[in-house]
């Protein structure tokens, strides 16, 4: 059931994720339409990859995205009718349709572990409708469980099957979704976040604290100072309806103070990490500024549709997977995806403060992560 290198135990899975199932504990139907649902894109990715070929680039990320999902949903359905995944999986295997051996392991515990392998390899296609099919006969266990066992392990056999056919591996499905799931649904350890200004000298760093004044003048630009000095350059909305973009800094404060990285705040307050040409060139340059730009109006242009996410205190997991890729390929991408909610839900709390006072003071605190909102004087 594990790759040979970078193996990763059914049972830690388990464990790993179980406190990330926030659905109600004694029912199945939420579990069964999300299952279902995950079914149906795993489907959609394939048509895409049929469709375009060569062209879908993200064919495996997004496959190993969904394939993970279902698993997560699997797991939630065997949790709530007492029957473990691993327990399923391998009654999935034990068939006369799976050829067995016996493999060199690379967990020190278990020196070695049975590797079962489908005897017939079916087209994609062909595998993810008879996936499909298994998955609809799961709906008949909101009636009755008396035959739950045996629907569950014809879906793990169909499951294991499409992974091969896909081209994708169980263990690389399981460590991604427990690290997408827990970085989402798991409340984040401040003592074990990255900071990433670590071993750089102090002038190289983010300030541990900071106070930014952020106010507007008659012409209706708004100005940053720090320190009494003015950084940046005074901004405007740069729209037709007026909006508040111009205010869109705070974002940018949110980021530094919460998430410890800011290559746009870097450069306002010329703090990059030069000391290390390539940290300076990879982390801190023009690239990585505007990742951080069009994150952010990206990110601004939802919240307006959200009244800038008034009386929120979640945010959608779309919106943060989107976020996700956005910085992917850079040091932030270290940070859960619950951290950027924080981040952002906070950012915004700020931005709405500015927006009706026209301007405030920002207070941010990396050692804490924490951002807060004064009035001018």
């Known amino acids: 059931m594990t790759s040979l ?36 894109s795993i489907m959609a990715t394939a048509k895409k990859l049929r469709r375009e070929g060569p062209s879908f680039a993200g064919y495996r990320r997004s496959v190993e995205e969904e394939f993970g999902d279902v698993l997560w949903y699997f797991a939630a359905l065997c949790r709530r009718l007492n029957l473990p995944l691993d327990e399923i999986l391998a009654h999935g295997i034990d068939g006369e349709d799976y050829d ?45 469980t008396n035959d739950a066992r045996s629907r569950l392990t014809t879906f793990a056999d169909w499951y294991l099957r499409a992974l091969k056919a896909a081209g994708v591996t169980f263990a690389n499905i399981a460590s991604g979704n427990i690290a997408k799931t827990r970085g989402r649904f798991v409340k984040p350890d401040y003592a074990s976040l990255p900071t990433f200004d670590e071993g750089f000298l102090p002038e190289e760093r983010l300030p541990e604290k900071f106070e ?61 990490r030069k000391s290390n040409p390539k940290v300076d060139e990879a982390q801190d340059g023009g690239r990585a500024i505007v990742v951080e730009e069009g994150l952010t109006a990206w990110i601004f242009g939802r919240a307006k549709d959200l009244d800038y996410f008034q009386n929120q205190d979640r945010l959608s997991f779309d919106l943060l997977k989107t976020v996700g890729q956005f910085v992917a390929g850079y040091e932030v991408e270290e940070c859960p995806l619950s951290l950027w909610e924080i981040a952002i839900l906070r950012g915004y709390e700020i931005f709405r403060n500015v927006k009706l006072n026209n301007g405030g003071i920002i207070i941010g605190n990396r050692l804490k992560r924490t951002i807060e909102y004064k009035p001018l004087p």
């Open 5 to 40: 290198h970078h193996s990763i135990l059914v049972t830690d899975y388990i464990g790993q994720v179980e406190p990330t199932d926030k659905l109600p504990p004694d029912d199945i139907q939420p579990v069964l339409l999300g299952l279902f649902g995950e079914v149906g």
């Open 100 to 144: 067995r051996a016996i493999a060199a392991n690379d967990l020190i515990e278990s020196p070695i572990s049975r590797v079962a392998t489908p005897k017939i390899t079916y087209e994609l296609g062909t595998t993810l409708l008879e996936l499909g099919e298994a998955a609809t006969g799961l709906f008949a266990l909101r009636r009755s």
């Open 212 to 272: 930014i004044t952020i106010d507007q003048r008659s012409s209706g630009r708004a100005y940053l100072r720090w320190n009494g000095v003015f950084i940046g350059d005074p901004l405007t909305d740069n729209i037709r309806d007026p909006d508040g973009y111009r205010f869109h800094d705070v974002f940018h404060l949110a980021h530094a103070a919460i998430l410890h990285w800011s290559p746009v705040f870097r450069v306002l307050i010329k703090q990059k």
